[in-house]
């Protein structure tokens, strides 16, 4: 009986501590839902956090359940911090424009190139286009065409050029041809057959040869050959050689070199290439006067002491403008016309005027005084026609993100500021734009498992916060994180 008593009180004293326990977590648990929770400096009320569970049920109740006490999160605590500040961070518009398709970014032009466009459109609607309209016809290409062909016809009739007054002489025998263009080639082959002569006296130079001033330049080079001649057969210049030939005794008596009176083939080889030099110049010198230093006041003889290397340097201009015409401004003429400016008539109402270079002249002042203007003006009209179909274009491809709703949301914005020309506005739509799509994109940076956990969602959850397949738009909202 002893044992029996003292079994039952060691029982009753388990039952007495085990309901003192159950007492004290039930006052605890009493206790907890009005007691705050301390999470770092915030305190939360249990009490208000289940009323705001089940007042937002509804809202918030595709969160996967039942949710797993003490589960590790597969989130950083920075992440989370992140995540939740997103909420406050954005404004609800922001939120609202976000679940709308946003624009490639990469196929918009920067708020640089949209300003330089506008800013030469506008600069365009103040300029008077209306010069010479009645002058073109329908086709051509766009303005960077037209622009080519008065950059072209710029550098060709630049002052630098036009300056050099022997240049529509030789233009002009290039437009007629035959005998014309014929002197001025035998004038290049002159130039060069001097300029060749004169690298041949210079091998000589050590000889110091002098030439005759008894003689004809032609019958020095004549005498010079004979004697050669005579040399290489083997034949001698003494006095019974000389007494026959008189013209000879002539010449090595009045000409020289280093050594005195030549003696040997070298000399005369040295006198030879002297002599054929004077003859080239005599050739070139006349031609050179006529054709091109009288025109420029600088005649041969007063040129250098080696005249054919400076007239040298004018060879491939004169043969450019001997094939200017054919070459140059008829296939100017040619792009002129199929940009639509009506060449024949124009040139056909300009006044000619009685000069040996009046082709030239006509052409001359077509290009630098009539068509200039043409094309600043039709550069300038077709211009404005690429920046409104430039404008028009923009619109379109903005609309075509989204073309259910292309006037809301940042595309929106966009539109608007391309239709009213707005530079401001294009430049503040393009900030908005890329504002929201760095919130969705942390956003979804956060989510990395973002596929885990959309699956997870009910499907009225899931069409509401995640991305729109169809679209390929992220349409989250921060608002599910409040």
């Known amino acids: 009986m002893l044992h029996t008593a003292t079994q039952l009180e060691d029982e009753r004293k388990k039952l007495l501590r085990q309901s003192k326990k159950l007492n004290h977590k039930l ?22 956090a289940a009323r705001f569970v089940t007042n937002h049920r509804d809202v918030h109740g595709w969160i996967p359940a039942p949710i797993k ?15 939740y ?29 949209f300003q330089v466009m506008v800013s030469e459109y506008q600069h365009l ?32 009739f630049a002052g630098d050029i036009k300056r050099q007054s022997w240049r529509p ?18 004038l290049i082959t002159n ?38 001649k005579h040399i290489d057969t083997g034949g001698k210049l003494g006095f019974l050689q000389l007494a026959t030939r008189s013209e000879w005794r002539q010449f090595i008596n009045t000409v020289s070199v280093t050594a005195g009176q030549p003696n040997h083939r070298t000399h005369f080889e040295a ?69 639509g400016l009506r060449l024949d008539d124009l040139l056909a109402s300009l006044p000619r005027e009685a000069s040996q270079v009046s082709e030239y002249l006509l052409i001359e002042r077509l290009a630098s005084s009539v068509i200039p203007p043409l094309l600043v003006a039709e550069a300038g009209r077709r211009k404005i026609k690429e920046c409104e179909a430039g404008f028009d274009r923009l619109a379109d491809l903005s609309a075509q993100v989204d073309p259910t709703s292309p006037d809301r949301g940042c595309i929106g914005r966009i539109i608007a500021a391309v239709r009213s020309r707005n530079a401001e506005g294009y430049s503040a739509a ?53």
């Open 27 to 48: 006052r605890e648990a009493l206790e907890n839902e009005y007691r705050e929770i301390v999470v770092g400096d915030r305190h939360f009320s249990p009490s208000d």
């Open 85 to 113: 500040a997103l909420g406050t961070s954005h404004s609800a518009e922001e939120e609202q424009d976000a679940r709308h398709p946003l624009p490639e970014m990469a196929e918009l032009p920067s708020e640089r190139q």
């Open 271 to 339: 006198i030879g290439y002297l002599a054929e030099l004077e003859s080239m110049r005599l050739e070139l010198e006349d031609l050179w006067n006529t054709l091109i230093g009288q025109h420029i006041s600088s005649l041969f003889k007063a040129m250098s002491a080696a005249p054919e290397l400076a007239c040298r340097a004018l060879i491939p201009e004169i043969r450019r403008c001997l094939a200017w015409h054919s070459t140059v401004w008829e296939p100017l003429g040619i792009k002129l016309k199929a940009e």
């Open 430 to 482: 393009l900030e908005y734009a890329i504002d929201p799509a760095r919130f969705i994109n942390e956003f979804l940076l956060v989510f990395d498992v973002y596929g885990v956990w959309k699956k997870k969602m009910p499907a009225s959850s899931r069409e509401k916060y995640c991305m729109n397949d169809a679209s390929k738009s992220y349409v989250c909202t921060a608002k599910a994180w409040r």
């Open 191 to 228: 130039i060069e057959k001097a300029s060749e002569a004169n690298s041949k006296h210079a091998l000589v130079l050590h000889h110091r040869p002098r030439l005759s001033e008894t003689l004809p330049i032609h019958k020095q080079r004549q005498i010079v050959v004979e004697i050669c």
């Open 169 to 186: 002489y030789a233009i002009v025998a290039g437009i007629h041809g035959g005998t014309e263009m014929e002197v001025w080639e035998r």
């Open 125 to 156: 609607l103040t300029c008077d286009l209306t010069v010479g309209s009645d002058k073109w016809q329908s086709g051509g290409n766009g303005s960077d065409a037209v622009e080519t062909l008065a950059n072209k016809l710029e550098a060709e």
């Open 69 to 83: 006490l003490g589960a590790s999160p597969s989130l950083t605590e920075q992440e989370l911090v992140r995540l």
